[in-house]
């Protein structure tokens, strides 16, 4: 070997030791026009995100910078915008701490903060004229590849089409800012490896859905825990059935990542219900499926839940719901019990929801929509299976009451202050608040 190639050699190897150290000690980034504070990561906003720096705004961001006078700290000035805004971190898949400085030292603010895609964190923090406040959240970033115990690639995810455009199989962690008046002062980013992770595995019910008006209560759940301690990891996907979310491998990746004491909650049916052929059934090939998944997930010491699957939006004459889902959701319910693990019987809230709604105002809480309501919709929208935000937060805030009211040890990390949930008494529509995420589909997720 020539000299060259001994120092080319040597020079690969420190640069690989100085973004791993760099890594460790995580990422602070102050945002802003002026230079960055000490130890800080100077964005500005022409910080547009490239493959070489790392790091940086993507999806067409248009930002502004701001400077309040002579640079002391990182909340002197700010990044803000009037239409919602994405920055982009390259990480390596895994947990990570996020602690965000908002607020302006000369005027108000308000953002509502989401991940990935349109993973809700933070719903409109407000900061009054002067008011600099940090908030934090722990937040999932995955990629598709699967690892063994040594970190070698041992196979790999089959991604459907729809799911190569997704922000959470990039190993890219990507921030989305909005509201009325987003002003970012700071963005810091540390390793976590202690916090109990919640994978999530299910259908287009518990996706993280990323074009509105469609959503999931698998997108809400995370603005609920307070951040270091759990991490909520959503590998559901529209359209998958217990069969195919093994086939496809998502269950393999999802049992590589799972460490002791970690959760996988597990919600499918709606696809379930329409495969066909000898010995399918719900008590037959289901629940054999599900028997699977609960051993797997044991076999890693984690702790398996069974959801029921909620009702789909089907009145009979007389006001109540009609079960769409045959015995799919029974047939989970003797899982639980022979199985001796918890239950958490979404399909027996989601039917006290939606007769509390009633046939009409149960509509605000799906996806339907005249034409024209989003960019490229030119037919309506009458989707009675799938969420618009307001109804998706409504089921997850069933999952978060049911899971207090059993008294799980997750219950202990919600955040504080989290109101008891009647589903017999939902929330008042006009009271929901969402900003607008840019990206849009007038094509309803795979499944039904």
Known sequence: MTQISKLSIIGLLLVSLTANAQLQRGFKFDFGGSAAAPGYIAVTGNSLFTDALG???TNNSEVEEVSRGAKKNSSSDYITSIKPFYFSVK?????YDIKLTLGDIKGSSATTVRAECRRLFLQNIQT???EIRTEYFTVHVKDSIIRDSN????????LKTR????????????????????????????????????FLAGNSTVVDQDREPWASWGQMIPSFFEAGNICIANYAESGETL???????RLQKVLS???????????????????????????????????????EVKKKGGIPILVTSMNRRSFDATGHIVNTLSDYPEAVRQTAKEENITLIDLNVMSKILYEAWGPEKSVKAFVHYPPNTFPGQEKKLEDNTHFNTY??????????QSIKEQQLPIARYFKKNIPVFDPAKPDAVEKWYWPLSPLTAAIKPDGN
């Open 391 to 400: 109804g998706a937060y409504e089921i997850a805030r069933c999952i978060v």
């Open 55 to 57: 790091y940086g705004f």
């Open 151 to 158: 970190g070698s690639a041992a196979g790999k995810v089959k």
């Open 128 to 130: 009054k004229k002067g």
């Open 243 to 249: 069969s195919s979310f093994k086939s496809a491998r």
């Open 91 to 95: 990480l390596p898949e895994g947990n």
């Open 257 to 295: 990542l799972m460490k002791k004491g970690d959760y996988l909650f597990i919600e499918f049916g709606h696809n379930d219900q329409k495969q066909k052929g000898e010995g399918v059934g719900p008590f037959t090939s289901y629940k054999k499926d599900l028997i699977y998944f609960i051993s």
């Open 163 to 198: 799911e190569i455009t997704y922000l959470h199989w990039d190993n890219l962690l990507t921030i989305e800012f909005s509201d009325t008046a987003a002003k970012i002062c700071a963005v810091e980013i540390t390793p976590n490896t202690k916090a109990t992770t919640i």
